[in-house]
């Protein structure tokens, strides 16, 4: 204990430490991490239908009373839903009230793209527009929109889209429509449905919808535009890491799961031109050395959530990482490195730099890049903030140099990029200066 404690306070990357297992080795380092407030949540990994790690770690940090983590406890996994979704949208296919291939406008006819189909959407290939940059250009941003108005709100509005399957176009909107298609054609709630005819059938006695949940608990807030946004179908499910093994285990092989829903939704695509979109039905697919891998992660503020298998091995490695997620890609790897026993490195504790306050002045300013589009920088009360267009509201930049920033409860960390003269060429991700955007007004 005394090594590894030393060895987390220095940094150091080392061999795998010599031990009896790697579940102990992995269970220690993992406290050590506890310790620091650098990790809370849960892990499984298993094998040939063996789970051989399943821990929790910290505690809840937005529940009266802080309880410590659980087995049983629950956490938003965002996008990791997706794949229930598509899978709910698939049974109803196995029910014989719709084909995937359908048009959407089958189901949902006051939307204003009658050539995409329900298998665009499961694929991310139909072209459509992000909605919520409609909703807030045209939307009163201070009452609770769901599925329904912002389908009104687009048949009215009609932005403009591209063609299905031209390319893959990783779009919520597209889960959201999913989500409404399945209370047009089942006639329940999307949460009903997912819960009688999925979660209960599997054994998810952990995993719900919780959309119900969260507009109930905006009742005694106000609404503005940082919350107005209220879907369902994209990424609204609460799970754990044991229901999520439960249902990686029956997507790998439990008759309950379609045979032929296993071929198409961890396939990938074949667009119009050929090319091909490594995206299934709310799936991610990868091929490392010829290992095939279907994955999705699940991002939101301050929580990772991740599940990947690979099928062909019978191998399961689930992630969920709430309230510190700046540290979560480091925290991953150090989990996925000792249980394939390789080389790791643990994280160290962020820092807040002491920077001098006047650089702020040369920072603020609007930048702009193709790949992120254009950037507002503030200053207000010796802190530093980013807005992007069109998102209301700000994120503090917390300093850890002179030109570099990360945002508190993210893995994501920024550069202002300056020229020989110590002038302000841009801003970006760190380290990645052709991607920057440049200054362009003061």
Known sequence: MRMLFLMLLFGLSFQALQSQNWQKELDSVLRILEDKEIFHGQILLAEKAEVLFNETYG??????????????????????GKSMTALGIYLLQEQGKLQID????????????????????????????RFMVTALSNADTTRILDNQQILDLIGLQKPAAG????????????????G???????????????????????GMDHTYDGWQKEI???KDRDINADNFYQTYGAGSIYSNAKDLYIYARALISSNLIPESYREQAFEPVILNN??????????????????????????????????????EEDRILIYIHPYSNEYHEAVYWVVRNIWEGKKYKLPKKRIVYDIDLEVYEKYTGVYESTNFGKVHISSEDGKLFLRPDPIPGKEELIPSSDTTFYFA?????????????GSVKGFGLLGNPDMMGIKVKD
């Open 216 to 218: 109930d608990d905006l």
């Open 59 to 80: 505690k809840h940090a937005d529940l009266p009373g802080n309880p410590v983590i659980a087995d049983t406890s629950t956490f938003k996994v965002f996008s990791v």
């Open 274 to 311: 050929e090319e091909t979109s490594n995206y299934g039905f709310g799936w991610k697919i990868a091929e490392q050395e010829g290992k095939k891998e279907i994955y999705h992660v699940g991002d939101g503020t301050g929580m990772r959530a991740s599940l990947q298998i690979w099928p």
């Open 163 to 178: 063609k299905p399957n031209e390319e893959f176009y990783y779009n919520n909107s597209n889960y959201l429509l999913l």
């Open 102 to 129: 359908d048009r959407v406008t089958e189901y949902l006819p006051n939307l204003p793209y009658t050539e995409v189909t329900i298998r665009d959407l499961l694929t991310m290939t139909s072209g459509l527009p």
């Open 180 to 202: 409404s298609i399945i209370e047009s054609v089942s006639g329940r709630k999307y949460a009903d449905f997912m819960k009688n005819e999925l979660f209960q059938p599997l």
């Open 409 to 421: 409860d993210q893995n994501v960390e920024w550069q202002f990029y300056l020229n020989e003269n």
